[in-house]
């Protein structure tokens, strides 16, 4: 079975400073992928990063990168110089190829950028 | 290019009525779902069609129907609404990888806010 953690319901930042929100995800499936997306209080689900299962290097797409550890099956989202726009829900998401076309959502993390 | 669009964005029902939310999308994308999004508990498969023609149960269905009108347009039914049915409906398109390697992201809608009394 393909499952998504996310333990941090909660995180505080600084505005400027950099902040990690937590994902760890299991699956038997050799091939997959972890998505994060971000939700603004307005409601609509934001893509912001992809990595693949066979990817050598850390995705990264800006400020945001992803700390991608495969023993642990953890994929990490690391937001550097934290905005005060970037205060939001947070989801780690997985999809794995060999069980079609389904991706599993983690509950999610709320990030508040303090000024 | 609109990506994907839902209707309606709100809408209150009373128990035991039916409706149905409709979901388009314009990118050619063979891979359409329906989630349902509640406090506390992330977003939620309820179905999802892998191409044209195809629907598939996800993780709560019951309550549900969805058809695949064509490649464009998937929609939910909800025969008769319960108060559990209340929640944030998201319709979300994707393209299908064709190896590992690849990889397509979900577009969501904006989502349809219902609300059963």
């Known amino acids: 079975a393909q499952k998504i953690t996310q333990t941090q319901p909660g995180m505080f930042v600084q505005e400027k400073e950099a902040v990690t929100l937590d994902c760890t995800y299991d699956t038997s499936d050799p091939s997959y992928g972890l998505f994060w997306y971000k939700q603004p209080s307005s409601g609509e689900m934001i893509f912001l990063i992809y990595q693949g299962s066979y990817d050598q290097q850390n995705a990264t797409e800006g400020r945001y990168s992803l700390n991608f550890q495969k023993a642990r099956k953890s994929a990490n989202l690391v937001i550097s110089a934290s905005q005060l726009g970037d205060s939001a829900m947070y989801f780690c998401?997985?999809?794995?190829?060999?069980?079609?076309?389904?991706?599993?959502f983690g509950t999610g993390t709320s990030l508040t950028v303090i000024p | 290019n609109a990506g994907v669009t839902q209707t309606p964005k709100f809408q209150v029902l009373k128990t035991g009525q039916s409706m149905t939310l409709q979901c388009a999308q314009d990118m050619n994308h063979n891979s359409m779902y329906w989630y349902r999004q509640d406090p506390g508990m992330g977003l939620r498969l309820i179905y999802y069609?892998?191409?044209?023609?195809?629907?598939d149960k996800g993780e709560v269905p019951n309550g549900y129907n969805v058809s695949r009108l064509n490649k464009r347009e998937f929609s939910l039914r909800l025969e008769s609404a319960a108060p559990s049915q209340t929640s944030v409906y998201f319709c979300?398109?994707?393209?299908?990888?064709?190896?590992?390697?690849?990889?397509?992201?979900?577009?969501f809608g904006p989502g349809t806010r219902l609300t059963v009394t």
């Open positions: 998401a997985m999809r794995a190829y060999d069980t079609g076309n389904q991706f599993y």
């Open positions: 979300a398109s994707s393209g299908s990888p064709e190896g590992p390697l690849q990889s397509y992201e979900q577009y």
């Open positions: 069609s892998a191409s044209e023609g195809t629907t």
